[in-house]
């Protein structure tokens, strides 16, 4: 290599420092953190963990706050309400931890899977306060668009989950 492409790299290696701003071994980040990655990720949204029957409990592992509310709900119960004009999703939020937490909850009636007759019908239950090592029950109800029985949706899932003190 000639001496005029070290004395290059050498300079470019210096710009490089520079622009970047040496942060040590730490790493850096233009936003200014510490290197780490705020993003997380969660199951919600995902079939396998939930159902409409049998009570089954949502949620992934991990320890963000979102994994923790989603495993403290359990969904009881997906139907058309009597009168013919709901979806109702009822649930129980079981709270694990000694504090009590507001807890919003977003769920999706589904239908069979690959079908495409079920419209998008989403649900929520917001602030619901359930105090530490204690367990409430709610419903989530969303204005049933369809025209017949609602045999079209045959369950929900939870799609979202969070809990902050309260």
Known sequence: MKLRHVRAVAVFGIALVALTGARGSSGGSCGGGNGSSNSSSSSSGSDSNSSSSGGVTTGGVGGSSKDRAQRDVRIDDCALSADRKNLVAKVTITNSDSSAYLYDVTLQFKGA?????????????????????????????????GGGDGSEYTRCVVVDADRVIG
Do not use: F, I
């Open 113 to 145: 899977e690959g079908s495409s007759s079920a419209n998008l019908a989403l649900a929520k239950v917001e602030d619901l306060r359930v105090e530490g090592g204690a367990s409430k029950q709610a419903e989530a109800t969303t204005p049933y668009t």
